[in-house]
């Protein structure tokens, strides 16, 4: 799949309007919890980037398994429902308004949805 010059501007403009939302939703509120958010979804594609370096492409005797990368991949979706679940538990004890959670996940899930679409439109092939 070829990614071109539409593809980058469309992907930094979804990502430009997570973090307005997100940032939106601090400023508009008056309260500076729902940025805690940007750090779970910009922390959330480390594991599966560590875990795959880890792991070794090149075994031709793969008893070892996907383990590796299996707890990479464990690891990322736990930070995703983090930082999901992070402004609902902030909004359930009162420390943030309803409306401040919805722009606060609504923003996280775009940040974290063009991560996932700039890995797959820039994804490497790999060749035998």
Same mark, same amino acid.
């Given at each position: 799949?070829?990614?071109? @010059?539409?593809?980058?501007? &469309?992907? /930094?403009?979804v990502l430009a309007i997570g973090f307005l939302l997100v940032i939106l939703s601090s400023a508009l509120f008056n309260n500076y919890l729902?940025?805690?958010? &940007?750090?779970?979804?910009?922390?959330?594609? @480390?594991?599966?980037?560590?875990?795959?370096? &880890? /792991?070794?492409?090149?075994?031709?005797?793969?008893? /070892?398994?996907?383990?590796?990368?299996?707890? !990479?991949?464990?690891?990322?979706?736990? @930070?995703?429902?983090?930082?999901?679940?992070?402004?609902? @538990?902030?909004?359930?004890?009162?420390?943030?308004?309803?409306?401040?959670?919805?722009?606060?996940?609504?923003? !996280?899930?775009?940040?974290?949805?063009?991560?996932?679409?700039?890995?797959?439109?820039?994804?490497?092939?790999?060749?035998?």
């Amino acid at each position: 799949m070829a990614a071109g @010059l539409k593809t980058i501007i &469309v992907l /930094s403009f979804v990502l430009a309007i997570g973090f307005l939302l997100v940032i939106l939703s601090s400023a508009l509120f008056n309260n500076y919890l729902p940025l805690l958010v &940007v750090a779970t979804y910009v922390i959330a594609p @480390l594991p599966n980037w560590v875990c795959s370096r &880890v /792991s070794d492409p090149d075994d031709f005797m793969e008893s /070892s398994g996907n383990a590796v990368i299996d707890f !990479g991949r464990f690891v990322t979706g736990f @930070l995703v429902v983090m930082g999901i679940a992070l402004p609902a @538990l902030l909004a359930h004890c009162h420390l943030i308004q309803v409306p401040a959670m919805a722009m606060s996940i609504v923003g !996280g899930l775009l940040i974290y949805g063009t991560i996932i679409s700039f890995t797959m439109f820039f994804q490497e092939e790999q060749e035998f």
